[in-house]
């Protein structure tokens, strides 16, 4: 094998397991303010049957069921919407490449970034992981990660986006997070 074939090798290689690798997302409590405090992480990996893992180690959230989503951009910041500043409006609305405009759950065929509910314990800890069959790793670089104050009925009605209301967690995630 010459030289330049071995090296165009070992650099389309790296090249893949880079974008095979593991994220480790900090998330963020926010707020009108902006981005607070760490609240924990999330690691996405590749899921063993297909798809990508989420797994939680969070603490601090309110007990219950939440939205939790992939949303189009890397920025968890507050801005205006409707006449007032709202938390983690800066990572826009679900991922949605196919501009399906629906949201429909994570078996649906709406937005890619739906994801199944985040469940938090009694004591605000959220370590159960979902798996999203119909996402990969590569997909969800330069994106951002978004828990919701409320559930996720996986529906447009009776509330746009599942009723799952304001933004009270984010986490950007980026190449090179591990």
Known sequence: ????????????????????????????????????????HVTISAAQQGGVLFTPDLKGLPPGAHGFHVHAF??????????????GEMAGG???????????????????GDLPVL???????????????????????NKSLVIHQGGDNYSDMPQPLGGGGARIAC???QAGER
Do not use: F, W
């Open 94 to 112: 679900h991922y949605d490449p196919k501009k399906t405009g629906k949201h429909s759950g994570p078996q649906g065929e709406g937005h890619m």
């Open 119 to 141: 469940k938090v314990d009694g004591l605000g800890a959220a370590t159960e992981p979902v798996t999203a069959s119909h996402l990969t790793l590569r997909r969800l670089r």
């Open 171 to 173: 986490g950007v995630i």
């Open 74 to 87: 890397a920025n968890c910041g507050a801005r205006q919407k409707e006449g007032r500043i709202a938390p």
């Open 1 to 40: 094998m010459t030289y330049d074939l071995r090296l165009l090798l070992s650099g389309a290689l790296a090249t893949a397991g880079v974008a095979a690798a593991d994220y480790h997302v900090t998330m963020n409590a926010i707020d009108a303010k902006g981005v607070g405090v760490a609240i924990g």
